[in-house]
């Protein structure tokens, strides 16, 4: 997909591309607002990456105030989704995600809820136990999707 066919497609995104490979997509309704050197997504050819996501609330830009794994992974899910929708996609889209928690012991957890959302969907994956999150996040996800021909 490129930025012209993207443009038309979903005129009320805002995005560039500096004339190179990379087009970088804002303007995603129900998805926080980054900050001005990020982008909420980035598309390369039939390859779309979504930025990591915490437990932001579009509303606010701020973290969930629920706070705990189960609470978190349900939002980062519904930012994923937002984000993929943006452009057309959803999770079956995916084929890739990483995860990072700072507390594998919440494992269980967050996998039960991230099985119940992939909803039959398997895509590659890892998880890994980090020191600290943006925010004090106790989850971010991060996702690779294809776009179909």
């Given at each position: 997909m490129n930025a012209t066919n993207l443009k038309t497609k979903f005129p009320e995104l805002d995005i560039t591309h500096n004339n190179g490979n990379a087009i970088y997509v804002n303007g995603i309704?129900?998805?926080a607002v980054p900050p001005a050197f990020l982008?909420?997504?980035?598309i390369a050819g039939d390859t779309v990456y979504v930025s990591g996501q915490i437990a932001l609330d579009p509303k606010t830009n701020k973290m969930i105030e629920e706070a705990g794994v189960e609470a978190e992974t349900n939002q980062i899910f519904d930012n994923i989704e937002a984000?993929?929708?943006g452009v057309g996609l959803t999770l079956a889209d995916v084929v890739k995600s990483s995860v990072?928690?700072?507390n594998l012991d919440e494992f269980p957890k967050f996998n039960e809820i991230y099985i119940k959302r992939m909803n039959g969907c398997r895509p590659a994956r890892e998880a890994v136990q980090v020191v600290r999150l943006a925010l004090d996040a106790t989850v971010?996800?991060?996702v690779t999707a294809i776009i179909k021909n």
């Amino acid at each position: 997909m490129n930025a012209t066919n993207l443009k038309t497609k979903f005129p009320e995104l805002d995005i560039t591309h500096n004339n190179g490979n990379a087009i970088y997509v804002n303007g995603i309704k129900n998805v926080a607002v980054p900050p001005a050197f990020l982008s909420q997504l980035t598309i390369a050819g039939d390859t779309v990456y979504v930025s990591g996501q915490i437990a932001l609330d579009p509303k606010t830009n701020k973290m969930i105030e629920e706070a705990g794994v189960e609470a978190e992974t349900n939002q980062i899910f519904d930012n994923i989704e937002a984000s993929l929708a943006g452009v057309g996609l959803t999770l079956a889209d995916v084929v890739k995600s990483s995860v990072y928690l700072t507390n594998l012991d919440e494992f269980p957890k967050f996998n039960e809820i991230y099985i119940k959302r992939m909803n039959g969907c398997r895509p590659a994956r890892e998880a890994v136990q980090v020191v600290r999150l943006a925010l004090d996040a106790t989850v971010e996800i991060t996702v690779t999707a294809i776009i179909k021909n």
